[in-house]
């Protein structure tokens, strides 16, 4: 593994190598096998969100038990890489098709860290994602192109990860995807004792003592 980048001054960490490729499209295939045998019908869905010009493929980690295990497992590493003490709140599998782009955002409070990680691409062609080098305050209107604004393109293999500080580091995708598709993993945390840790688990898990009575 191999960490590049200011965290602190611009909001974002390349980690090369982040999961072997072998994890990565081991990780890809359960999930597959996990939505059954059929081919996934992408022309069937029609829910976005406003950072997508068209609907894409997704898989919350409330819905796919062992992606949740990969973002609670994870968390201690990703603390110690970014020197945060963080929480986990929420992760999503996402499948992106030919000419897709996603337009330049900040996030909601839950994602104040997240990671960005490319689980596969169909061609092999590299897919860059962008960032933007200066903090803003969170809540900023989506754009269609930088203009002005300071950012950095990263360009991300198999395995390889972003992590940024999504609530004030506006990021996007504004290249179309040059794969007939690509798989990618967006894991998302809060600082513990920060402004958003009441975002830990996006809201839905309360976290209590547990005893367990045998008879």
């Known amino acids: 593994m191999d960490v590049a980048g200011n965290y602190q001054e611009h909001g974002y960490l390349h980690v090369r190598k982040f999961?072997?490729?072998?994890?990565?499209?081991?990780?890809?295939?359960?999930?597959?096998?996990?939505?059954?045998?059929?081919?996934?019908?992408?022309?069937?869905v029609t829910a976005h969100g406003a950072q997508l010009k068209r609907p894409a493929f997704e898989i919350y980690g409330?819905?796919?038990?062992?992606?949740?295990?990969?973002?609670?497992?994870?968390?201690?590493m990703i603390s110690e890489i970014v020197g945060r003490d963080l929480l986990p709140t929420y992760n999503y599998f996402r499948i992106y098709r030919e000419g897709d782009i996603c337009l330049v955002h900040s996030d909601r409070p839950s994602c104040e860290h997240s990671i960005s990680l490319t689980l596969d691409y169909s061609d092999g062609e590299v897919w860059d994602l962008e960032v933007a080098r200066d903090r803003t305050p969170r809540a900023q209107p989506l754009i269609?192109?930088?203009?002005?604004?300071a950012h950095s393109a990263v360009g991300m293999q198999i395995g390889d990860a972003v992590i940024y500080q999504g609530v004030h580091h506006r990021?996007?995708?504004?290249?179309?995807?040059?794969?007939?598709?690509?798989?990618h993993l967006f894991l998302h945390f809060v600082e513990r004792g920060g402004p958003y840790e009441e975002y830990a688990f996006d809201k839905k898990l309360t976290?209590?003592?547990?005893?367990?009575?045998?008879?």
């Open 19 to 44: 999961v072997p490729v072998e994890v990565a499209h081991a990780f890809l295939s359960a999930i597959k096998d996990g939505l059954g045998p059929e081919p996934l019908e992408l022309s069937t």
């Open 62 to 76: 409330h819905q796919y038990q062992p992606m949740n295990f990969f973002l609670w497992a994870l968390t201690p």
């Open 144 to 149: 269609e192109n930088w203009g002005t604004v």
């Open 171 to 183: 990021h996007g995708r504004l290249t179309p995807n040059p794969n007939a598709w690509s798989a």
């Open 207 to 215: 976290v209590k003592a547990v005893n367990f009575a045998f008879v």
